[in-house]
């Protein structure tokens, strides 16, 4: 069982910078492979970006390559998501998610391969 919980989430304006971390409980941390998502108000959940379980491959939606950078911390148990030059579209509820298996792939673009999700933390952008 693995227990996520988000941090970090906020209101800025447009331009702005946020730093998402999602702290996890459990002694095999490295053993998952680690996704961000965002859901906004009327729209579905997407993907944002993931990391494989050593951290040495990323992932990212193309809508937030070049902006957003995915990390992780196995000694900490964390994974985190640094956001830069925000946008009013980015504004969503961000969670994170771990997935049953250390290697990153095309499946896990996608939420139905995830085994455990945090409860969200709120991301505003304003114009």
């Known amino acids: 069982q693995v227990q996520l919980v988000e941090s970090g989430g906020g209101l800025v304006q447009a331009g702005g910078s946020l730093r998402l971390s999602c702290a996890a409980s459990g002694r095999t941390f490295s053993s998952y492979a680690m996704g961000w998502f965002r859901q906004a108000p009327g729209k579905e959940r997407e993907f944002v970006a993931g990391i494989s379980g050593r951290g040495d491959a990323s992932y990212y939606a193309d809508s937030v390559k070049g902006r957003f950078t995915i990390s992780r911390d196995n000694a900490k148990n964390t994974v985190y998501l640094q956001l830069n030059s925000l946008k009013p579209e980015d504004t969503a509820v961000y969670y994170c998610?771990?997935?049953?298996?250390?290697?990153?792939?095309?499946?896990?673009?996608?939420?139905?391969?995830?085994?455990?999700w945090g409860q969200g933390t709120q991301v505003t952008v304003s114009s």
């Open positions: 998610a771990a997935a049953p298996s250390p290697f990153f792939t095309v499946a896990l673009t996608t939420s139905l391969d995830y085994s455990y």
